[in-house]
């Protein structure tokens, strides 16, 4: 009997051991860099045409254009082209690099809806339920009417309109002058004291809504509500759930809403005074999901391998490819896109998080690029059918539709073997 009691205890204490190693999720050792050079002629790059871009940005650097500037090019999971230009910014000496840190806006954006979507594998969340169902005080929102007091919806506001900007939520410091801008400022939208959760509920539930869910696109704070619907159902800040799920795993270590004091020497900042440009290190209680985390170049690069290899990256699995493949189907329509305001412009389409290319004949990257960028120029793209991935960071919010521009100009010239 004793014999068979210590293989019983045996047996039980390795089956614990080996669902305690399953429970913790894998890590990529954040210590082994995301930047594998390859060689940019193999790779389908002129060189000639690669230096032409080294050129012309160190000309914008001498210039005064811009302090400094990052810029990663690659194919097959190999860097084809990595440079940094000038200073991390104003009166600064340290070079511009891999390791600097920015803020990158909105490129928060697909990182919350990547988080959100591992709970959507995971059978915890519905992109076809109601926000209400998460967030019970969006079960009686309104729509604001040009004339007269907003009405009631007559449909639901779904998970997927939150992550596809067609929720009816807004911006105010888009069109900061008309009446319904107005209402939301009034309302409490700029309050940074409340969590995600309570901020979402106990203020944007109750502001009227620019549209019926699901009829128009408004680049909105649709993916801050959707980190209140993370909150809720984690039961953890939208900041834990983040490092927990896609960037501890990741060995994203560069990455989050704050940054600790001591890499204040890596800190990009622009020489143009903005009150967008938040304090890296303050203590937050509103961790935005549309727009408030910083990382690297490096760091960054992680994500993008991970989406451009199918939810995988170093053999850590974030999303299986099935879920990542819900992201990249266009929730809008020609009606859609027309009744809004559509900033992706010409060509383009939404998926969830991110746009979508799905007319190049009016785009330069090819059908099926998803991407996206934050205000202040930072900006990714993955084009599937090239295998192509671009990362670039500055920090002036002038220049994010010039450097798009020329970044895709610049890139796909130089692209001579696709």
């Known amino acids: 009997m004793r014999v068979m009691r210590r293989g019983i205890l045996a047996a039980g204490a390795a089956l614990f051991l080996a669902t305690a190693c399953q429970s913790t999720p894998a890590t990529v050792d954040p210590s082994t860099s995301s930047i594998v050079p390859g060689d940019a002629q193999a790779l389908g790059f002129d060189p000639a045409k690669l230096g032409a871009i080294t050129a012309a940005l160190d000309a914008d650097i001498a210039s005064g254009k811009l302090p400094g500037a990052y810029l990663l090019v690659g194919r097959h999971g190999q860097v084809a082209y990595q440079h940094g230009f000038g200073v991390q910014g104003p009166g600064q000496t340290t070079p511009t690099s891999d390791q600097t840190i920015f803020r990158v ?37 309104k729509v604001w009417q040009k004339e007269g007091d907003p009405v009631p919806a007559t449909k ?13 939520i807004i911006y105010s410091f888009i069109q900061p002058t008309q009446p319904i801008s107005k209402a939301w400022i ?59 799920r896609v960037t501890g795993p990741l060995g994203m270590t560069d990455t989050g809403f704050t940054q600790p004091k001591e890499k204040a020497g890596r800190f990009a900042q622009s020489q143009k005074t903005d009150p967008l440009y938040y304090d890296y290190a303050a203590p937050k209680v509103f961790y935005s999901g549309g727009g408030g985390i910083s990382s690297t170049a490096e760091d960054y690069l992680r994500f993008v391998l991970m989406l451009a290899n199918h939810g995988t990256y170093k053999g850590v699995q974030i999303l299986k ?16 896109r027309g009744k809004g305001l559509f900033f992706p412009g010409p060509g383009m389409g939404f998926g969830l998080g991110m746009s979508l290319v799905i007319d190049d004949t009016k785009q330069r990257p090819a059908n099926g690029t998803f991407s996206w960028n934050g205000i202040a120029g930072t900006e990714w793209w993955y084009d599937p059918k090239n295998d192509l991935f671009m990362v670039w960071m500055i920090q002036d919010r002038a220049l994010l539709g010039e450097y798009q521009k020329k970044n895709r100009t610049w890139i796909y010239d130089a692209l001579v073997k696709p």
Do not use: C
């Open 105 to 141: 806006f909105s490129m928060t954006k697909p990182i919350v809806a990547v988080t959100a979507m591992t709970l959507v594998q995971e059978g915890k969340l519905d992109l076809d339920a109601p926000v209400s169902k998460y967030l019970p005080a969006f079960a009686n929102i």
């Open 321 to 336: 490819p099935e879920t990542e493949a819900l992201m990249l189907i266009d929730q809008t329509t020609a009606d859609v």
């Open 156 to 168: 639901p506001m779904l998970i997927r309109n939150l992550m596809s900007h067609t929720s009816g």
């Open 186 to 244: 009034a309302g409490g939208e700029q309050r940074t004291d409340l969590s995600a959760k309570d901020w979402s509920e106990q203020v944007v539930a109750k502001l009227p809504m620019a549209a019926e869910p699901g009829t128009a696109w408004n680049y909105s704070q649709g993916l801050d509500v959707l980190g209140g619907v993370i909150e809720k159902i984690t039961g953890k800040t939208l900041d834990e759930a983040i490092r927990e």
